[in-house]
């Protein structure tokens, strides 16, 4: 029942070695160390060296907008963002980091592709592709693709969603729904009568967003 502290420790001590030339260091207490060095050396223990994580436990940031990125790393930073699998892992690595050096590890991965996933049950990603683009009036749940873009590209401060994992976005959905681990956006409030099959729905066709 350990297993995150103890993964969040081993990242810290690994990133806390450093490396005399930060061009290569995992130094994230040293703010000569270039974002993007932090990014490749770092970051990407967990999220990918090109932003697609293999697993679901770590959101996917190819592609992200650079914008939400940048607010995200912020919130973790200042601990405003509570949500237990992200604090565990990003509140003591954000810590120490500058403005910009938050700034190059979101630029970094915004221009990163993101790799496509296999399609999954039709009828699931039918039904999620309806609440994406149409909501559940009944619900009074809007649009996802009014925020996140027709495309699921995400806006400025809206994020990407297109081919985030799915298990991924059913736990956001579930903080922002029963939670105040995520404060200061719309979503509590968009999501609230969500039911638990159309976030499943939803995150299925998202994970696998059409091109």
């Not at 729904?177 to 159309?198: A, D, K, S």
């Amino acid at each position: 029942m350990k297993r995150r502290p103890v993964l969040a420790a081993l990242v810290l001590s690994v990133a806390a070695a450093g490396c005399a030339n930060v061009e290569r260091s995992r130094d994230v207490a040293n703010p000569a160390v270039p974002g993007e060095v932090l990014a490749a050396q770092v970051c990407s223990i967990c999220h990918g060296i090109d932003g697609n994580s293999v697993s679901p436990q770590f959101p996917r940031l190819a592609a992200q907008q650079q914008e939400y990125i940048v607010n995200q790393l912020k919130n973790f930073r200042g601990h405003g963002r509570s949500d237990p699998a992200g604090s565990e892992y990003m509140w003591g690595l954000s810590h120490q980091l500058t403005d910009k050096q938050i700034g190059e590890i979101a630029a970094y991965f915004s221009r990163q592709r993101p790799k496509p996933n296999a399609p999954g049950d039709p009828r699931l990603m039918a039904l999620g592709k309806d609440i994406f683009e149409n909501g559940v009036p009944a619900q009074d749940v809007i649009a996802c693709a009014s925020c996140h873009g027709p495309k699921g590209q995400g806006i400025g401060a809206f994020p990407r969603l297109a081919n985030q994992h799915g298990d991924y976005i059913v736990k956001q959905l579930d903080v922002f729904q029963n939670t105040q681990g995520r404060p200061g956006t719309p979503m509590e409030f968009i999501v609230h009568l969500l039911t638990g099959g159309n976030k499943e729905a939803v995150a299925a066709y998202l994970q696998a967003f059409p091109d």
